[in-house]
């Protein structure tokens, strides 16, 4: 059972353009998430994270938005740059003190120049 | 440099052979992690230790074994009961019981078993 969804495997943007990036959770005891980047053949890399208690959290080109109520949370990266071309994660965790991420399949973003 | 390492790269091993990977970080994480990645998956957890001398299984931890004798290593043992070993698989550290849940992750290593 995929309690972390991205439902689009890929995603191809024009540079310049915003990428948004989309992420459905099914746990209601799911109470923070993390995006991560990876690129071929390397380990994933942290973007940003967002809080139960919040419903925004924006860093640099990079702004996560959390819908609890739609059980939602979508990445937004503003303007697209060529760098951003990589495979994106979602992952998700309970409560406070239990480190386990459950991940979803991820996203490719490829943005075009 | 602190960070987390994984060694080798890449891993060649003929079938029925058991082969254990390598993890090491000097973060002084106390928690470490131990994912598979397949072609079109997500990340799956496979075992988590929270401190030394413990760990716990996660979602597919069969035919895989670890140990956590010292903090700032975890290793995979890939066993010969493992019907699909061939992956790309991570390791990844945090800070236990703290906020965030950032986890590090290591460069991985592919293993290819034939």
């Known amino acids: 059972d995929q309690q972390v969804k991205q439902n689009s495997p890929s995603l191809s943007v024009q540079e310049g353009r915003i990428s948004i990036l989309n992420c459905d959770y099914t746990n209601s005891m799911f109470d923070y998430f993390l995006w991560y980047k990876k690129y071929p053949a390397e380990g994933p890399t942290f973007l940003i994270s967002i809080s139960s208690i919040k419903d925004k959290n924006e860093d640099g080109r990079f702004t996560v938005f959390l819908n609890k109520s739609a059980k939602h949370l979508s990445l937004h990266i503003v303007p697209s740059q060529p760098g951003d071309s990589a495979v994106y994660f979602c992952a998700a965790s309970g409560h406070f003190g239990n480190e386990k991420l459950t991940f979803g399949t991820g996203t490719r973003l490829t943005i075009i120049p | 440099d602190g960070g987390i390492t994984q060694s080798p790269k890449y891993l060649f091993r003929k079938e029925g052979q058991n082969v254990t990977l390598s993890c090491e970080q000097n973060?002084?994480?106390?928690?470490m992690y131990w994912y598979r990645q397949d072609p079109g998956q997500g990340l799956r957890l496979i075992y988590y230790s929270q401190i030394v001398n413990d760990f716990q299984k996660g979602d597919i931890a069969e035919g895989y074994s670890v140990s956590r004798e010292k903090k700032e290593s975890f290793p995979l043992t890939v066993t010969s009961a493992q019907k699909n070993p061939t992956a790309f698989y991570l390791c990844?550290?945090?800070?236990?019981?703290?906020?965030?849940?950032?986890?590090?992750f290591g460069p991985g290593t592919r293993l290819t078993v034939t």
């Open positions: 990844a550290s945090s800070i236990r019981g703290g906020s965030p849940y950032e986890q590090y």
């Open positions: 973060l002084n994480h106390d928690a």
